[in-house]
DNA sequence: GTGGTCTAGACCACA
DNA sequence: GTGGTCTAGACCACA
């Protein structure tokens, strides 16, 4: 792959994860939902890290505050954990669902 | 051209606006002349807003402290302002340059 | 005198500093002529952190945009300044007065 | 009792509610902590209103997002209840505990 | 570098 | 009036 600026452009460009700042829906739940869409779909893998907060707001061009609001729902509905100094990564799913 | 995102992925990967952190001038240094650039490209356009602190930090991958420097270069200059609880802006040049 | 707050308390309770809704002052006048004279009395130090507008919203029972107004007629009339993460202070007097 | 005021400031006196901005505590822990106190001992009642965010800031000092958080922990936390542009409430304890 | 908390203030819907 | 979210940036501990 030649540039992973290019490759994010590409996945902006098909529309897949944008934040709509005239929607009703909060732009931190906005990236709660794209982040965990991205956990669910594997694209962000178990014990791998997720993008960091300063990523995040270049990413999607929101505030600071606003990148970590969304990072700690994440870590709060168990999707995520923080390791201090070092950064947030995807849990582990259980393999004990009530399926 | 369909895309300003893409647009503007073009132009990174294209190398136009880029950090070298082996060159002899100081990646500060680096950022306001790109910063300035756009400025006077256009591309931030008068009191419109610039990137945060915490977006440059996240597009250009440089630590928070640089890109402090570089915007307190800028609103020093008199090229940006910052409005509490808005943003930084571009600011509108003077119709009286001594041209 | 022990305590400082209990100090403030009395001020508050011995009607010092109060807004009169029935006076035909406006009321952000009322409050900028409490803080002008908390300054001047050096009640409000130099360089010390002047109430920030929702607890001035909270202490005087008065409405968002009248504190704001008040603290904006501060800033103004160069009594105080606001250093964006910090707060707003109260600034130093020039030794240059017209004494 | 003569002056609410008054009363809050010898509250303040006797050190029962204040913040230690010096602690490793966050202050919105310490805020959440005080504010379950006063819920535990009945000092706020079931069904009535908690002080709201503009009062918190006026009499601890903090900064308006700093109440909001810890208002938020309480609600999370099931002790309290938003009325939407009401205010928030003290929720009724459940009868039901597995005691 | 990392996330967390804090400061300020602005704008909003709702009542 | 109420709480909620957003903007900015500062300072911190930890690695």
Redesign the interface.
């Known amino acids: 792959m ?2 992973p ?2 490759t ?3 996945n ?2 098909y529309g897949l994860p944008m934040i709509d700042h005239d929607s009703p829906v909060p732009v931190y739940r906005q990236l709660v939902d794209i982040l965990r869409g991205q956990i669910e779909r594997g694209e962000l893998a178990p014990d791998r890290p997720i993008p ?8 999607y ?1 929101i ?2 505050g606003t ?1 970590v609001k969304a990072v700690q729902v994440l870590v709060r509905d168990g999707l995520a954990y923080t390791v201090t100094g070092k950064g947030t990564y995807v849990r582990r799913r259980e393999a004990t669902s009530e399926t």
């Open positions: 030649v540039c600026a290019l994010r452009c590409f902006v460009f960091s907060v300063a990523q995040l707001v270049g990413t061009g505030a600071r990148a």
